[in-house]
Every structure is written in C-alpha cells, then in structure tokens.
T-cell receptor, first 110, second 112 residues
C-alpha cells in the first residue's frame, strides 16, 4: 500500500541546534516533494519544494534533501529558534493530487 | 490577493443537519483541493478540481459528502446529513499547476 511516514511524531531540541526531520514514502513515484509548516489553529503554509532530479535545496536556514533511491527526504532547520516551533508536514504529488504525511511536531526550547 | 478564504471559521451543528462549507480560492489558480484534518487521520484529501471540474473524488468518505465548484472563484463542500464523526477541521487549498498548495484558515466543524 502507499504510505508517507514522518518518523518522529514529536521532536524537542535545544535552541541553536540543527533540527532534522525525516519523511519516507513507499509505493509512490513523486516528481517532487514539498514541506509545509502548520501552526496551531491555522492552515499549512508552503515552505520548500524539491524536484526528483534535485539532491538538495536551501532557503535561508532551511535545507531539504531528496533521495529517490532511498525514497526519503530530510528537512533541516539550522540555528533553530523557539519561533521555529510548529508542526512540519511533508507532501508529495500523486497524479496531480498532493498527499500529506502525518507531520512532526517540533519544539525548540530556549 | 487576500489568499484562500473559507467560511465559516467555526460551525457547530446538530447531528442530522445539513452543513455547507465555503471557499474562495486565490484568483487565477486553476486547482482547488478540499482536505479534512483530524488527530487520528491527519490531513486527508477529499476531492480536487481542475478548472472547475471535479477530477478525483475518491477521498470523499460517503455519499453524504458532496462538493461543487460552479465558477472559478467559489466552491462548496456539503455534508448531509451530518454525523458526529464528521467533526474535523476542513481546509480548502488552491494552486497554480497543481502545486504548491495555498491553504485557507480552515473551518472547524463540530457535530453534536
């Protein structure tokens, strides 16, 4: 069956450290993978998109990698701040549909 | 643009009543998605439209759910009759060329 798994339901790290979130998928062949941020009571907000032919993409303190052999994407936040605390969702495309993982709740403690 | 606009933000209704959720997508976007989010099941795609035409409604849980998009600037999701297990946050999202998706603030539905 098709699955998108975000391996950690919750992640707690110290401010200033790098947060690394994992997204694995099975039985999909996405052309691209996306990461979204969701704050309580709000809709998900798009952060980054990485295509299947791209290994890595960066945006300010964010970095995403995409390994189509391992069927895995890693999402890094460097120099993390308490304001980065939120739920992060990975998503991939499947025949024009955008399918989401269950999310990882990230908490950055001061 | 004001982004994707959903109404109402909160809806409390009694079991058996009809519920209609509304969405105004971002102008110019050609895809519109309806999602449902619960703690147990996460963010589930219910249905999506391309150029106002329903393309895939395989995520619609039952015949009690229906969605329409009469024009490029308006869509509705209707539940009739509503049941307590329909309680969730319903999101509408729109996009250009299918991705990425821009979400509305959601409608929190409570069926008692």
């Amino acid at each position: 069956s098709q699955k998108i798994e975000q391996n950690s339901e919750a992640l707690n790290i110290q401010e200033g450290k790098t947060a690394t979130l994992t997204c694995n998928y099975t039985n999909y062949s996405p052309a691209y993978l996306q990461w979204y941020r969701q704050d309580p009571g709000r809709g998900p907000v798009f952060l980054l998109l990485i295509r299947e032919n791209e290994k890595e993409k960066r945006k300010e303190r964010l970095k995403v990698t995409f390994d189509t052999t391992l069927k895995q994407s890693l999402f890094h936040i460097t120099a993390s701040q308490p304001a980065d605390s939120a739920t992060y969702l990975c998503a991939l495309d499947s025949a024009s549909k955008i399918i989401f993982g269950s999310g990882t709740r990230l908490s950055i403690r001061p | 643009d004001a982004g994707v606009i959903q109404s109402p933000r909160h809806e409390v209704t009694e079991m058996g009543q009809e519920v209609t959720l509304r969405c105004k997508p971002i102008s110019g976007h050609d895809y519109l998605f309806w999602y449902r989010q619960t703690m147990m099941r996460g963010l589930e795609l219910l249905i999506y439209f391309n150029n106002n035409v329903p393309i895939d409604d395989s995520g619609m849980p039952e015949d009690r759910f229906s969605a329409k998009m009469p024009n490029a600037s308006f869509s509705t999701l209707k539940i009739q009759p509503s049941e307590p297990r329909d309680s969730a946050v319903y999101f509408c999202a729109s996009s250009l060329y299918a991705t990425p998706a821009f979400f509305g603030q959601g409608t929190r539905l409570t069926v008692v």
